[in-house]
């Protein structure tokens, strides 16, 4: 096993994104296609120019759970949230004790790099329950990738098509 300390100096630092009135940043993602970071702050989506850093588009999305990844994969953004009840020091609601969400958000651009009719629309609210804590999710070569924590990290999988059958929706 292998141990190793980090620092602030061992890392380059790539870009800064700052945004006034915006300090609950809460995830980020990167859409590989358009080459555009991808956040969520404040209830939020932005879409900034990775060379630049000028936000370029922005919109407002309906999450009362505590967030927690997000992620961009084939013009759609999900993002996951938990719902774990109260009491919760970090939550003052709960509407669903125990679920896990995911937010599928259409984010599709055309040929020239501008929002299609339906960006920022939500497609889907994919409900899972009994997992644990959906802290990330991942894609690779078709499968959709979970990680949640329950007494430990425990990870799963399942295609990518049979996750959208699940979910009810049509991509």
Known sequence: MVYMNIYEDSLEREKEYNRPNYCGY????YDYKEDLYIGRANHRIFFANTTTMKK?????IFMFEAAQDLEYYNGYIFDCGSDFGLPNPYQIYSFYPGYEFIYI???KFDNNKRPTKNFGRLIARFIMKGFGE???LSFKDGFVY????????HFYNIEFE??????GIIL
């Open 26 to 29: 809460s995830a980020i993602g």
């Open 134 to 136: 959906l802290e990330s």
């Open 56 to 60: 370029l588009y922005e919109y407002g």
């Open 162 to 167: 049979n996750f959208i059958k699940k979910a």
């Open 105 to 107: 958000y259409d984010a």
């Open 146 to 153: 979970f990680g949640f924590g329950k007494k430990g990290y």
